[in-house]
């Protein structure tokens, strides 16, 4: 954008910060409520309006546009534009996303990075002329709306596979189910709740001989076993929390309610989760983990913790929900078979994982090579 002339950003929008705590929000209101988080929650109260571009003060510090009525979270900052005839709003929607790199690199702080509200009002924008501003805008925007059109597909694909995938982990359970006996959890598992220090600030540690932090955000929804964590605590939060060991697995208490893990490090866990260790070795490892995958015992896990307000697994649940538990070579038989096919469905799920990786790129490249065109 060499040759443009070029302004300071807080001069050219005015830049606010949401005043209410995430906790305010509530599930059914009437307005959106944007968190540092990339989901909008609903709130009663809407006392912002217009045309904004909102930008995540810390956490995942990503860029969003709305138009209407809205509500933000105080640690979220959203801008609108001094003057439409000057700098349009979407434009500077587009800027900001481009410039995303910049102000993540710039942001403040070891643990959780945040944005300054100085570093975002003195950052430099292009202005070209209103016209060609729309133009731009209008062109990103086709862009755009081929690639998430391209996404969506992506997403509809993953979904059949992993519809696929719940059939075959049902027909092992079937199958073992007519041939062994079944047995609760609670029989041949150790079962455990995680703690968390308290407050957790006060215990997080960059020392890399901390002791690794394990939270529900180090898990995914297509990963099986948990490697490594993006935090740790100090030796003093151990004692407020619980340890667990490579080969234990994990169970999610919110989130990803009921989703099973296997551990391949040694780490704390917080309250978010319950931990499962075998009590003599009785099992498969691969077998356990495919029969807690299955909708059998999430729907056994599903029943016992409806009626409640908050759905949430303890100890006394997980123990009494059971699964077939056929001789330990039958277990290796099952397994082996299920691992054939999560390896078929693994495989489809890398090609997706890379597609989706390459459509963010493009998004990204597109972005920088409309902008970088304007004279």
């Known amino acids: 954008m060499s040759g443009l002339p070029t302004a300071r950003l807080g001069d050219m929008a005015s830049v606010s910060t949401g005043k209410i705590d995430v906790n305010e929000a509530v599930e059914n209101g009437r307005?959106?409520?944007?968190?540092?988080?990339?989901?909008?929650y609903c709130i009663d109260e809407a006392p912002y309006?217009?045309?904004a571009v909102l930008v995540a003060g810390n956490g995942d510090l990503n860029v969003k546009y709305y138009e209407g009525r809205f509500n933000?979270?105080?640690?979220?900052y959203f801008l609108f534009s001094r003057n439409e005839e000057i700098l349009e709003p979407r434009f500077l929607y587009y800027f900001l996303k481009s410039h995303l790199a910049t102000l993540r690199a710039g942001a403040s702080g070891s643990t959780i990075k945040y944005i300054k509200v100085g570093d975002l009002k003195d950052a430099q924008i292009p202005l070209p002329p209103l016209d060609e501003q729309h133009r731009i805008v209008a062109k990103l925007d086709e862009a755009f709306a081929e690639i998430n059109e391209l996404q969506e597909s992506a997403k509809l694909r993953d979904f059949q596979n992993q519809s696929l995938r719940v059939v075959a982990l049902g027909k092992l359970v079937a199958d073992a189910r007519l041939i062994a006996p079944e047995r609760t959890l609670g029989s041949f598992l150790e079962i455990a709740r995680g703690g968390s220090p308290r407050p957790i600030k006060s215990f997080l540690t960059d020392d890399p001989d901390g002791i690794n932090w394990i939270k529900i955000g180090d898990a995914t929804a297509s990963t099986k076993y948990i490697y490594k964590t993006e935090q740790r605590i100090?030796?003093?939060?151990?004692?407020?929390?619980?340890?667990?060991?490579?080969?234990?697995?994990?169970?999610?208490?919110?989130?990803?309610?009921?989703?099973?893990?296997?551990?391949?490090?040694?780490?704390?866990?917080?309250d978010g989760w319950l931990v499962l260790k075998q009590l003599k070795e009785e099992f498969d490892p691969d077998?356990?983990?495919?029969?807690?995958?299955?909708?059998y015992v999430f729907h056994q896990f599903d029943s016992r913790a409806a009626g409640s307000t908050v759905r949430n697994l303890n100890i006394g649940l997980v123990s009494s929900v059971s699964i077939p538990f056929p001789d330990i070579e039958t277990q290796r038989k099952l397994a082996e078979r299920m691992v054939e096919v999560d390896s078929a469905f693994g495989s489809l799920g890398d090609i997706e994982v890379k597609r989706a990786s390459q459509l963010e790129r493009l998004r990204t490249s597109v972005l920088s090579a409309t902008l970088s065109t304007v004279r």
Do not use: W
């Open 31 to 40: 307005y959106p409520f944007f968190t540092c988080s990339r989901e909008a």
């Open 49 to 51: 309006e217009g045309k």
């Open 72 to 76: 933000a979270y105080q640690r979220t």
């Open 234 to 270: 100090t030796a003093d939060g151990v004692s407020r929390s619980r340890m667990v060991h490579d080969g234990d697995f994990l169970l999610s208490n919110s989130m990803s309610f009921g989703r099973p893990y296997i551990m391949r490090t040694d780490g704390c866990i917080h």
């Open 287 to 295: 077998y356990l983990y495919f029969a807690l995958s299955s909708d």
